[in-house]
């Protein structure tokens, strides 16, 4: 996402919705044949999400059909983290972030990337449209953002010790900020709304569609696009897709069918000819107004990415046990976690 546009919205209702930080999951079925042959492959997904709209294009679009695939879509319990749903929903495919991922491989839960997904945490920073902190649109640089915020109240989307709050702890303290009180609004963008509008935290955190959302309402004041400053967001990875080891390793023609799959529907996406397409879909599929699938159809699409960077990855694990988000041992990298269909 760059720099965000505002402009007046005439919408009172709307399906306010934020990516749940810890993302989708997936799980485990062998081998299933769906009608007229196609192989069968099921992925669970947060309902409204706009990481779902290469997968619902490339389902309308045909693209599955003719890689041989019949998608079947599931919803993931919000009572489960990413890698305990692959198991709970008998699905083959999510999405999930890197601490999701490695988590649930430390756990006994293993699963694999095997496909690029979004490159970044699309956070946000927002506060009440009428608060004096600074704001990069105003010219100010992501450190002056961060270090207006020593001793606010600041609205987070999981709980304090989760591996979300470290890493956003961590952009903290690359500014020499120590001093806060974390609020857990939840994922949900209704309660990080009401609290920024309601003056009960300073700054709160939003992602895609909810970042939009509130841009097009103009409910809040954008302060920083967290990914364009710290490297605890710049530099380390986001979310992929994932699968359990049995599925890239008994599956590897499907798994890299569907990673081939995306790659396509992301370029139909981002092809301006294609546009309105798009833009119904991600209304229709998201439940967000037409200007507001604007906003993140032109905001978002452009940190999504089939690759699965080594470099990159293997930066992101390092640090995260470093936070402690991960243990050292068995270590979390590249090679133990990834199953890259687009190298093999």
Same mark, same amino acid.
């Given at each position: 996402?760059?720099k965000?546009?505002?402009s007046?919205?005439?919408?009172?209702s709307a399906?306010l919705?934020?990516?749940?930080?810890?993302a989708t999951?997936?799980?485990?079925?062998?081998?299933?044949e769906?009608?007229e042959?196609?192989e069968?492959v099921?992925?669970?997904m947060?309902?409204?999400?706009s990481y779902?709209?290469?997968?619902?294009i490339?389902?309308?679009?045909?693209m599955?059909e003719?890689?041989?695939?019949k998608?079947?879509?599931?919803?993931?319990?919000a009572?489960?983290?990413?890698?305990?749903?692959l198991?709970?929903?008998?699905?083959d495919v999510?999405?999930?972030t890197?601490?999701t991922?490695?988590q649930g491989?430390?756990a006994?839960?293993?699963?694999f990337f095997f496909c690029?997904?979004?490159?970044?945490?699309?956070t946000?920073?927002?506060?009440?449209v009428?608060s004096?902190l600074p704001?990069?649109e105003e010219?100010?640089?992501w450190q002056?953002?961060?270090q207006a915020l020593e001793? &606010? &109240?600041i609205?987070?989307?999981?709980?304090?010790?989760?591996?979300?709050q470290k890493i956003f702890a961590a952009?903290?303290a690359e500014?020499?900020?120590e001093?806060v009180? @974390?609020v857990?609004?939840g994922?949900?963008?209704?309660a990080?709304?009401a609290a920024?509008?309601n003056?009960?935290?300073?700054?709160?955190q939003f992602?895609?569609?909810?970042t939009?959302?509130?841009l097009e309402?103009?409910?809040? &004041?954008?302060?920083?696009?967290?990914?364009e400053?710290?490297?605890a967001?710049?530099?380390? @990875?986001?979310?992929?897709?994932?699968a359990p080891p049995?599925f890239?390793?008994e599956r590897?023609?499907?798994?890299a069918?569907?990673c081939e799959?995306?790659?396509?529907a992301?370029?139909?996406?981002?092809?301006p000819?294609?546009r309105e397409?798009s833009l119904d879909?991600?209304?229709?599929?998201?439940?967000?107004?037409?200007?507001?699938?604007e906003l993140?159809?032109?905001?978002? @699409?452009g940190?999504f990415?089939?690759?699965l960077?080594r470099?990159?990855?293997?930066t992101?694990?390092?640090?995260?046990?470093?936070?402690?988000?991960l243990?050292?041992?068995?270590?979390?990298?590249y090679?133990?976690?990834?199953h890259?269909?687009?190298?093999?």
């Open positions: 996402m760059r965000p546009r505002h007046r919205a005439a919408l009172a399906a919705l934020a990516v749940a930080v810890g999951a997936c799980g485990g079925e062998d081998t299933a769906g009608a042959g196609n069968t099921r992925v669970m947060f309902p409204a999400q779902r709209l290469p997968v619902m490339a389902e309308q679009e045909g599955f003719q890689r041989g695939i998608l079947e879509v599931t919803e993931q319990p009572n489960l983290q990413g890698m305990q749903g198991e709970a929903t008998d699905s999510g999405i999930v890197v601490g991922l490695g491989w430390q006994g839960d293993p699963g690029g997904g979004i490159s970044v945490l699309q946000t920073l927002m506060a009440p009428d004096d704001s990069t010219g100010a640089t002056e953002v961060l001793g &606010k &109240k609205g987070i989307q999981t709980p304090v010790g989760s591996g979300l952009a903290l500014a020499g900020v001093d009180t @974390y857990n609004l994922g949900g963008s209704s990080a709304i920024i509008d003056g009960s935290v300073d700054v709160a992602n895609p569609t909810g939009q959302y509130v309402s103009e409910s809040g &004041k954008p302060l920083l696009y967290m990914p400053g710290p490297a967001y710049k530099d380390y @990875y986001g979310s992929g897709w994932v049995e890239v390793e590897p023609e499907t798994a069918a569907f799959t995306i790659d396509e992301l370029e139909f996406i981002q092809d000819a294609n397409t879909l991600l209304a229709e599929d998201t439940g967000v107004t037409r200007p507001v699938a993140v159809l032109d905001q978002t @699409y940190d990415s089939t690759e960077d470099e990159r990855l293997d992101t694990f390092d640090a995260y046990v470093e936070l402690g988000i243990e050292a041992d068995p270590e979390p990298s090679d133990s976690l990834v890259n269909t687009r190298e093999d």
